[in-house]
């Protein structure tokens, strides 16, 4: 669970409504996968649904790094082969805070590697300067990094962010070997995806964002849309969901 900075950060620093801030945790800057993914969560459990709410104020270890109040809620439940994950961002303080969340789950890959394909259903990649977007952007179409109709992963090795997303598309891994497929489901919160294929392990990555990579500092050069940052407001929340369910091919 990636928050408040999917991904990486430049400099583990940025600038938000004149504001200096330095994404740190006990003293160490943070340059990676956000402050709360190893923070102890409040966990209510009830039947097949989990509750995980952290709070965030100024006794908290994540305010160092992100001095906003705010409470972020994740909400799992098991669904027919399958699982739901909702979030829910409240601002409780008195500013406007920035947000961002995304997730990074590690796909086994099931049966032999070039009988595993994907899918990304996204018009653009984002240009990156070692891993990180340098705020312009490339179409996919009629070039290898063209995943909006299946690929096998014998031909793609991949470790990039993919914007534009199209809503009628799907978000897919097809286990050809075992007869399975798998689908990312996602609210239109989430818009950017990445997926990242390295040659010669046993997973793939296949992540949905709210926000690009390093954000707010794309937010701050005025490439506002291509960030992806949310500014919520005092009072004010922002909720979505992901979905990964198994059908048989």
């Known amino acids: 669970m990636m928050f408040p900075t999917p991904c990486r950060l430049t400099g583990s620093r940025y600038t938000f409504e004149s504001k200096e801030i330095r994404q740190q945790k006990y003293g160490q800057d943070v340059f990676i996968h956000g402050l709360i993914r190893d923070e102890t969560f ?118 990039n962010v993919f914007w534009g997303r199209n809503p009628d598309g799907e978000q897919a891994m097809e286990f050809r070997d075992r007869g399975l497929k798998l689908t990312l489901q996602s609210s239109e919160e989430f818009s950017f995806m990445i997926a990242y294929t390295p040659a010669g392990e046993p997973f793939a990555c296949m992540e949905n964002l709210t926000c690009a990579p390093d954000a707010p500092n794309l937010y701050a050069k005025a490439k506002k849309e291509l960030s992806g940052l949310r500014v919520v407001l005092p009072g004010q929340s922002v909720e979505g969901w992901v979905k990964y369910t198994l059908t048989d091919l």
């Open 42 to 159: 409040s966990v209510a459990p009830d039947g097949a649904v989990l509750v995980c709410t952290i709070e965030i104020d100024k006794d908290h270890p994540v305010y160092e790094g992100y001095p906003f109040d705010c409470r972020f809620a994740l909400t799992f439940k098991l669904v027919p082969r399958g699982i739901e994950i909702k979030f829910k961002y409240e601002n409780t303080g008195r500013q406007n805070t920035p947000f961002g969340y995304g997730l990074h789950p590690f796909w086994k890959i099931l049966g032999k590697r070039h009988r595993t394909f994907i899918q990304v259903p996204c018009e653009y990649v984002l240009a990156l300067a070692e891993l990180i977007p340098t705020g312009e952007i490339t179409p996919v179409a009629q070039t290898d990094l063209d995943l909006r109709s299946f690929k096998s992963l014998a031909d793609v090795s991949v470790d």
